[in-house]
């Protein structure tokens, strides 16, 4: 028999019984499991973010550190380029100097291929190293110049006909005035010719010759008539050649109709004068045939006889320089018509070769041929009507000008009209009234012509001084280029924009050569370039540089051009111009350093407290030798500030200028510490932290405290703080070595070996104690250096800035001298 509990029916419910409470159980364990699961999972993540946000870090240092340096290397090599080509700026002036001096002589076809190559680099035997690239250029330059264009060409062919027949009639007219010098110095050589009938045998044989030549030109005229006549026959010229030698020859026969009535005219004068002379003698001799006083009266005719001569003489000279200026004059009308007979004979000759030749030539290259010589005909007429058309384009513009100036003065005379009290005009019955044009909305864009572009230059960048803008927009030359380099961009013209750009970055480097000391004009132009630089960048219609643009601003960005390539230039440029501020800076700063703040007597009473044996170098000064102050040194930073600040320098640039500044004032104070024993004591190290607490306290004063300068004063602060701290005990070693991270251990080590006590009752630093600051510095990885490197530079950045004026608010001072621009 089986139990009653083993029985199935029995067993079911209390199965059913135990499972809700089994899940329970289970569930209970599930939930921990999951928080247990949860809270590794939350400590698993937070030891993740710790050490990712740990490397994170590590890694953005090491890469931050990376571009630091990568950004030095890049802008000392930009530093040496700016060095190298001003080396080769000086090359080429001393080797031009050298060319133009008397012992070099060459012949006119050096002259101008010197003069047409004078833009590239000359070739000197002390630089054999560099005259593969020199080669090289040259090269490129003749290869460019044979690819030269057909209407260039032919525009320089036809210049040089013209320079070669102005060239034959100066050559001409120099031979014909050397022969009159030699003539009028044969006449003057000549002695007087004493006797009366010498002088008329002499005239007459003069006369005789002139009317020989005149005989013999009047037969060569006729022969050369008749030549003209027989080869215009002969070569069967076109008619428009028949016309001009019909025009020539009408132009010989009115010359000789004129000289024959000129000829006729000194022949009446002649035989006038001899009839009267003849007459005069008549009367004579009848006055002596009747005179009572036959000695007196003889006299009297001799002196009228020899008045008579002189007259005459007097005329035969005159009808002679006549003559002569005739003969001339004829002459020069000959070589004229000669000149242009030859010229239309060549002419001739090259129209019948060509004919020739295409009549040897197939019908399909005589067309070709034929078109090729019609091609060049009107490219040489394009060429002229563009001359014409440039002359008349000036011309317009000089009466634009002028018209200017009259509505100018119009309006003036109508202003001084409105003037007048109205008593002056109750009499008048009517009241003119003139109708203005309305002027046209300003878009923001500055349109010049071409040949203009070097007076823009010249009166915006060569010859504009910092003053003449001073109480005007800051970097207003920048924004007038841009509006004269987005109205290139707007008629679509590259090569407008091209030498407007070029030309005004060769523009500013060549004022910043020229002005190499001037902080003020380098400021100004560190700010123009880099104002450009963010235009540049501002308008490009790059979607990164737009985020900040006003719906306006949109509008003016440029629309055909991607200069980029130029933006890299002006980057260029602008860190050029900062290692030259940052030289012109540190050479005003630098001379005041020592004095003001390692000498210079901030605290009274300190002077007196000084080490045994020594005394201060200021007392060594001669009589007359310059002493500077720290209010020296922040008077001349104030004015470094309000300059850059005036001219509207980005706030970026400015502070990383005075992180350069304090890193020298830092480099230089310490390096004269670390080498003056008489400076190494307790009253500099007071002196020494009042005068750094001071430059803090003008950086404060600035809002320049995160320039990072403030940082770069860490090293001479470390050094006075170490002047004051205690030197015997193992605590102080290891206090000085805690405190004094950013000295080197040889900066420490040093400075504690030039320590000299004030008095004689402090000791000096014991050799132990600099034993034990040498074995608590062991572990530190110092660069072995003493020194520091007072003339390194630090790379600069310049962080876009974009500017928030719009092109078409932006007016244009009349000191300027820019009225050939045009608003559009």
């Not at 019984?17 to 699961?37: H, M, S, T, Y």
């Not at 009159?180 to 000549?190: D, G, L, P, R, Y």
């Not at 030309?503 to 050569?513: A, C, E, H, P, Q």
């Not at 500099?684 to 430059?695: A, C």
Request: glycine share 2%.
């Amino acid at each position: 028999m089986q139990s009653p509990c083993s029985h199935p029916a029995l067993q079911q419910p209390l199965t059913l019984c135990l499972v809700p409470q089994r899940i329970a159980d289970l569930e209970e364990e599930n939930a921990l499991l999951k928080q247990e699961k949860e809270e590794l999972n939350s400590r698993i993540l937070g030891l993740s973010q710790g050490e990712f946000a740990q490397n994170t870090a590590e890694e953005s240092m090491q890469m931050k550190k990376e571009l630091e340096e990568e950004r030095s290397r890049y802008q000392n090599l930009v530093k040496e380029y700016s060095r190298l080509e001003q080396r080769y700026d000086n090359l080429r002036d001393e080797m031009a100097i050298i060319k133009q001096s008397p012992g070099h002589k060459r012949s006119p076809s050096n002259q101008s291929s010197l003069e047409s190559d004078s833009n590239y680099p000359s070739i000197s035997t002390s630089e054999i190293g560099d005259t593969e690239d020199v080669i090289q250029q040259v090269e490129e330059v003749g290869m460019e110049k044979a690819a030269m264009d057909m209407s260039l060409f032919l525009k320089l062919q036809k210049r040089v006909r013209e320079l070669e027949q102005e060239r034959k009639k100066l050559q001409t007219q120099l031979e014909r005035k050397e022969q009159e010098s030699k003539k009028s110095q044969v006449i003057e050589m000549k002695p007087e010719v004493t006797s009366d009938h010498e002088e008329t045998a002499y005239n007459s044989l003069k006369r005789q010759e002139l009317e020989s030549e005149n005989k013999k030109l009047k037969n060569e005229l006729n022969e050369l008539r008749t030549a003209i006549a027989d080869r215009a026959t002969q070569n069967n010229c076109s008619s428009d050649v028949q016309d001009s030698y019909n025009l020539l020859l009408n132009q010989l026969k009115a010359a000789n109709e004129e000289l024959e009535v000129r000829k006729d005219e000194v022949l009446n004068l002649r035989s006038q004068i001899m009839k009267a002379a003849q007459q005069k003698e008549r009367n004579m001799g009848g006055i002596t045939t009747n005179a009572s006083w036959p000695n007196s009266d003889k006299h009297i005719d001799q002196e009228d006889a020899i008045e008579a001569y002189q007259g005459m003489c007097e005329t035969n000279r005159l009808l002679e320089a006549q003559l002569q200026e005739q003969r001339r004059e004829h002459e020069e009308e000959m070589e004229a018509l000669r000149n242009q007979v030859d010229a239309m004979q060549e002419e001739l000759e090259k129209q019948q070769q060509a004919f020739l030749q295409t009549l040897q030539l197939s019908p399909e290259v005589q067309v070709e041929f034929g078109l090729q010589q019609e091609i060049t005909r009107l490219t040489n007429e394009n060429l002229d009507l563009k001359e014409m058309l440039e002359k008349l384009e000036k011309n317009e513009k000089k009466l634009k000008k002028q018209l200017k100036i009259y509505m100018k003065k119009v309006q003036d005379f109508e202003a001084f009209q409105a003037t007048v009290p109205a008593e002056r005009r109750q009499h008048e019955p009517n009241m003119q009234v003139t109708v203005q044009r309305k002027e046209k909305d300003f878009q923001g864009m500055l349109e010049y012509y071409k040949e203009d572009e070097p007076l823009l230059i010249r009166n915006l960048i060569t010859d504009l001084k910092p003053q003449t803008v001073s109480a005007t927009v800051p970097c207003l030359p920048a924004y007038i280029l841009y509006m004269c380099i987005r109205h290139a961009d707007y008629i679509n013209d590259d090569q407008k924009v091209h030498s407007l750009l070029t030309s005004t970055i060769n523009g500013i480097k060549k004022v910043l050569r020229k002005n190499n000391s001037d902080f003020e004009l380098t400021s100004f132009w560190l700010a123009n370039t880099c104002r450009l630089l963010h235009c540049l960048k501002q308008y490009s219609g790059d979607a990164g540089f737009m985020t900040q643009n006003t719906p306006k601003q949109n509008e003016h960005c440029l629309k055909n051009f991607d200069l980029t390539e130029y933006r890299q230039v002006l980057s260029h440029l602008s860190i050029q111009i900062y290692q030259q501020l940052i030289k012109i800076a540190e050479s005003i700063i630098q001379p005041m350093i020592v004095f003001a703040v390692l000498e210079n007597e901030s605290i009274q009473g300190l002077s007196g407290i000084k080490p045994i044996g020594y005394k201060f170098r200021t007392s060594c000064l001669a009589d007359g030798d310059i002493t500077y102050t720290l209010d020296t040194i922040i008077h001349q930073l104030n004015n470094f500030h309000s300059t850059m600040c005036d001219q509207g320098m980005d706030p970026e640039i400015v502070e990383q200028v005075f992180k350069q500044l304090f890193y020298m004032i830092n480099a230089v104070a310490l390096n004269n510490l670390l080498l003056r024993k008489d400076v190494c004591s307790w009253s500099t190290g007071m002196q020494l932290r009042f005068n750094i607490s001071q430059l803090e306290e003008w950086l404060r004063g600035k809002n320049l405290q995160q320039s990072g300068a403030a940082q770069k004063l860490e090293p001479l602060i470390q050094a006075a703080q170490l002047l004051q701290l205690k030197k015997k005990t193992s605590e102080d070693a290891e206090a000085i070595c805690s405190l004094c991270t950013s000295l080197t251990t040889q900066q420490i080590v040093k400075i504690l070996n030039l320590y000299t006590p004030v008095n004689e009752f402090e000791e000096r630093v014991t050799v132990t104690f600099i034993r034990d600051i040498q074995m608590h510095l062991q572990e530190r990885n110092d660069p072995p250096q003493l020194l520091i490197d007072f003339k390194h530079v630090f790379p600069v950045s310049f962080p876009f800035n974009p500017s928030s004026i719009t092109m078409d608010s932006i007016h244009i001072p009349a000191a300027l001298n820019l009225e050939f621009l045009n608003k559009v």
